[in-house]
């Protein structure tokens, strides 16, 4: 498919051009670009702007090459997004954090998430608060806990905060929230 065709429906989408091309700009922000395949910190074969799929390591992807796999990857995980979440159709503001959030942790990660779980129940500002770095998750038996949400990592056998998951949550919740406005 053209890269035409991929911008044109995630415009689509989000419901405007601008915030289709904010969510590109945001992701490629937060993720960086490496043009030769490699093994990201969970040894996964990454590419590009963070591209997952069909990477071979060593590979050179020239830059746009790079694009149309980003704006490949922006559609999928925002057609994921509204798959689990029809509200969220037409609502680029919005779109804007929870797509990059989906981006980072993966469709299911999202949809099974404190997050979409609130923003199916009609609480979109709830929702954006999930997002971000740090929430008050209520438990089943009425008590609540203030978690992490999406921002450790790994390493060394340990769960540890990283600084860019950090401030990429904080990125996402407020575009997120900006997009209620």
Not at 29 to 49: M, Q, W
Not at 81 to 109: D, E, F, H, Q, W
Not at 152 to 176: F, Y
């Amino acid at each position: 498919m053209a890269q035409a065709s991929y911008r044109t429906r995630l415009i689509a989408l989000m419901g405007s051009a601008a915030a289709a091309t904010a969510l590109v700009t945001g992701i490629s922000t937060h993720e960086g670009k490496e043009n030769v395949g490699y093994l990201d910190i969970a040894k996964i074969p990454t590419a590009c702007y963070g591209d997952t799929q069909d990477v071979v390591v060593g590979k050179f992807y020239n830059d746009a090459e790079c694009q149309v796999r980003l704006e490949r990857q922006a559609l999928t995980h925002v057609e994921g997004v509204v798959k689990c979440v029809p509200g969220l159709k037409g609502r680029g503001g919005i779109l804007r954090g929870v797509g990059s959030t989906a981006y980072n942790i993966g469709i299911g990660g999202f949809c099974g998430s404190t997050a979409a779980a609130r923003f199916k129940a009609g609480d979109w500002i709830g929702g954006c608060l999930a997002i971000g770095p740090y929430f008050v998750v209520q438990r089943k038996d009425g008590s609540s806990v203030v978690t992490s949400g999406f921002i450790n990592a790994r390493i060394s056998g340990k769960l540890q905060p990283v600084q860019g998951l950090i401030n990429r949550r904080v990125w996402e919740m407020d575009q997120c929230i900006r997009g209620i406005a």
